[in-house]
């Protein structure tokens, strides 16, 4: 029985002392250096005695940052990695929902730590790192750890203008990693291409994966992905097997055209999450790297992923692309607004809802949140069983596959993010010139509209003031002032008639 995701990592430790688990640009970790540095930063952690409390990660990008996760884990904690991009002032409205035991980080960002103004410990990555192992403290620690405590804490985009922290157990990966071992052949010779923020839940299975199967993943250089030449030649030169990328990255390739002069020769698997992958660019992979497996993968960060589809056959570019099937030990109940089961065949839509251990425990410090999303399953009144509603449309197409038809809120996914209309109009909000403002979607052309009411402003002020207040990705493309903002007979702003006059 596995109780922890550490026992992957001690697993492979063992069969793999000498194999490199994590590597970048500048640090290259064997799985013995991986644990024997997880372990000394874990015996710091372990003396607070802060048992499941959250430790942020402070820190770029790098192979270190994720034995920093590992050690926190090894420390009885859970890890929150925190975007060093952010506005501070989004840190600190983070923090001060996360309120951390500690907090890691590196000398790159301590002039952003100071200005945080914390109350906690704050620990350089180097200096833990030399801690001396304490084994009784650690083996003490270990044996409270049960595989529903917290494993991580992901802050997403919060409709109330506060993000919200999602607390993952280490049951969902531990789920997900012998799900991936069923259903796919992973090797110890593999080599993953991690392109995505280690903020985000797609890099899960760069960080996991090594530990589960001895595999290994290297850090793709950001800048690669504006030079498709370089990222292909970076992943032949590494020998890279697999990747679990977001859409956008993948399409940045084929609208550059980036297999014109050289492709990928060692890809057996491509992965994708994040948003809805299209199939104009997707069609550009298959026909230069065909022999690849091809799977989209599907789920809200509240889920991790829970379905997912094997491409088994041909689609042309104006299809939609299906998001299949639950994968293992999940169940997907599609529900009607009268919360009746919509069943493959009906051709009748409804909201995808998760079961299983795949769910995330809850927002962190957001009861009512919480209470909103993970709800009793309205098909069982026997006994308690918590369900997920993600707010997504979705129906059954003639193969029994899900489709993903849109969001029921104003929830979107954009160039990989999970976004919140209402963050943005919240962050505007507090702008005085600003009366009334709304944010439209305009996903054919994947662009943020900011419409407004009020004092008509500068662009570049509008954009410049929004650009200290919200992540750079949450950024609107669009900015549209407007005399007065059309309401509906609710006295609601009529976002329907926005989209009818500007989408």
Request: glycine fraction near 6%; proline fraction near 8%; aromatic fraction near 12%.
């Given at each position: 029985m596995i109780r922890s995701v550490l026992e992957f990592l001690e697993a492979s430790e063992g069969r793999f002392q000498d194999y490199c688990a994590y590597e970048d640009s500048r640090e290259r970790y064997t799985f013995g250096r991986a644990g024997r540095t997880a372990r000394a930063i874990g015996s710091r952690i372990g003396a607070l005695d802060a048992h499941q409390k959250p430790v942020a990660v402070l820190m770029?990008?790098?192979?270190?940052?994720?034995?920093?996760?590992?050690?926190?884990?090894?420390?009885?904690?859970?890890?929150?990695?925190?975007?060093?991009?952010?506005?501070?002032?989004?840190?600190?409205?983070?923090?001060?929902?996360?309120?951390?035991?500690?907090?890691?980080?590196?000398?790159?960002?301590?002039?952003?730590?100071?200005?945080?103004?914390?109350?906690?410990?704050?620990?350089?990555?180097?200096?833990?790192?030399?801690?001396?192992?304490?084994?009784?403290?650690?083996?003490?620690?270990?044996?409270?750890?049960?595989?529903?405590?917290?494993?991580?804490?992901?802050?997403?985009?919060?409709?109330?203008?506060?993000?919200?922290?999602?607390?993952?157990?280490?049951?969902?990966?531990?789920?997900?990693?012998?799900?991936?071992?069923?259903?796919?052949?992973?090797?110890?010779?593999?080599?993953?291409?991690?392109?995505?923020?280690?903020?985000?839940?797609?890099?899960?299975?760069?960080?996991?994966?090594?530990?589960?199967?001895?595999?290994?993943?290297?850090?793709?250089?950001?800048?690669?992905?504006?030079?498709?030449?370089?990222?292909?030649?970076?992943?032949?030169?590494?020998?890279?097997?697999?990747?679990?990328?977001?859409?956008?990255?993948?399409?940045?390739?084929?609208?550059?055209?980036?297999?014109?002069?050289?492709?990928?020769?060692?890809?057996?698997?491509?992965?994708?999450?994040?948003?809805?992958?299209?199939?104009?660019?997707?069609?550009?992979?298959?026909?230069?790297?065909?022999?690849?497996?091809?799977?989209?993968?599907?789920?809200?960060?509240?889920?991790?992923?829970?379905?997912?589809?094997?491409?088994?056959?041909?689609?042309?570019?104006?299809?939609?692309?299906?998001?299949?099937?639950?994968?293992?030990?999940?169940?997907?109940?599609v529900l009607d607004e009268e919360n009746r089961l919509v069943l493959p065949g009906s051709g009748k839509e409804g909201e995808l809802c998760v079961r299983g251990c795949t769910l995330a425990s809850g927002y962190y410090n957001n009861p009512e949140r919480t209470a909103e999303r993970f709800v009793q399953n309205p098909l069982n009144s026997a006994y308690p069983e918590i369900i997920y509603r993600t707010g997504d449309l979705v129906s059954y197409n003639d193969r029994g596959e899900l489709l993903y038809h849109d969001r029921l809120d104003f929830q979107i996914k954009r160039l990989g993010y999970r976004i919140e209309l209402g963050e943005i109009e919240a962050a505007a909000g507090l702008i005085p010139e600003i009366r009334d403002c709304a944010c439209i979607y305009d996903r054919g052309k994947q662009m943020i509209l900011f419409l407004y009411t009020g004092t008509q402003l500068d662009k570049r002020v509008l954009s410049k003031t929004l650009s200290g207040r919200i992540p750079r990705y949450m950024m609107p493309n669009k900015y549209i002032y407007l005399e007065e903002m059309p309401h509906n007979a609710n006295g609601k702003i009529d976002r329907k008639r926005l989209k009818e006059l500007y989408v």
């Open positions: 770029e990008k790098s192979a270190s940052m994720i034995v920093a996760f590992l050690g926190i884990v090894y420390g009885g904690c859970c890890y929150c990695p925190i975007d060093v991009s952010m506005p501070a002032d989004r840190i600190l409205t983070i923090l001060s929902v996360l309120k951390p035991a500690a907090v890691i980080t590196e000398p790159a960002q301590a002039e952003l730590a100071a200005g945080l103004d914390l109350t906690c410990p704050v620990w350089l990555f180097d200096e833990l790192s030399q801690e001396p192992v304490n084994a009784p403290l650690l083996a003490s620690v270990r044996s409270r750890q049960v595989d529903s405590d917290p494993l991580y804490i992901l802050f997403t985009s919060g409709s109330t203008g506060v993000p919200k922290g999602v607390v993952v157990s280490h049951r969902v990966i531990i789920n997900n990693m012998e799900w991936l071992e069923k259903e796919y052949d992973f090797r110890p010779e593999d080599i993953l291409g991690n392109q995505v923020p280690l903020y985000f839940d797609v890099s899960d299975h760069d960080v996991y994966c090594p530990l589960k199967f001895g595999c290994s993943t290297v850090i793709i250089p950001q800048e690669h992905f504006t030079f498709p030449a370089n990222l292909i030649a970076f992943l032949n030169e590494h020998h890279v097997t697999a990747i679990f990328w977001v859409p956008f990255a993948l399409s940045v390739v084929a609208n550059l055209r980036g297999f014109e002069a050289e492709v990928p020769k060692y890809l057996r698997y491509v992965f994708f999450a994040g948003e809805v992958m299209p199939l104009k660019q997707l069609n550009y992979w298959r026909r230069y790297v065909p022999d690849a497996l091809y799977c989209n993968m599907y789920g809200p960060t509240e889920t991790y992923v829970c379905t997912y589809y094997n491409l088994d056959r041909e689609f042309s570019d104006d299809e939609t692309l299906p998001i299949g099937r639950p994968c293992g030990n999940i169940d997907i109940l």
